[in-house]
């Protein structure tokens, strides 16, 4: 059983800098994609981003490109998000999640999820 445990969200005001943490369980983190989704009230669950095994390759959403950055140390089982720049618009619940295969932009291509850590943005 996978674990996936987010940290690091808060409240920040527009242009501001939040990093978030998910700490994994298990020894096989280093094995998988992993991906950033977040899912603000009313709207679905959108793909912010992800990364490859290694750590040596990611894809972002367009409304992300640029401001945040996706980091992962294998030897420490966690995975990074660094958001530069925020927006009001990304205010969200913002979740970390294992995928089955390789990256993907689909929630359904996810299989452990991350209980989430809020992030709000005023302006």
């Known amino acids: 059983q996978v674990q996936l445990v987010e940290s690091g969200g808060g409240l920040v005001q527009a242009g501001g800098s939040l990093r978030l943490s998910c700490a994994a369980s298990?020894?096989?983190?280093?094995?998988?994609?992993m991906g950033w989704f977040r899912q603000a009230p009313g709207k679905e669950k959108e793909f912010v981003g992800g990364?490859?095994?290694?750590?040596?390759?990611?894809v972002y959403a367009d409304s992300v490109q640029g401001r945040f950055t996706i980091s992962r140390d294998n030897a420490k089982n966690t995975l990074y998000l660094q958001m530069n720049s925020l927006k009001p618009e990304d205010t969200a619940v913002y979740y970390c999640?294992?995928?089955?295969?390789?990256?993907?932009?689909?929630?359904?291509?996810?299989?452990?999820w991350g209980q989430g850590t809020q992030v709000a943005v005023s302006s």
């Open positions: 990364i490859n095994r290694s750590g040596f390759s990611t």
């Open positions: 298990g020894r096989t983190f280093s094995s998988y994609v």
């Open positions: 999640a294992r995928a089955r295969n390789g990256l993907s932009r689909y929630f359904r291509d996810y299989d452990y």
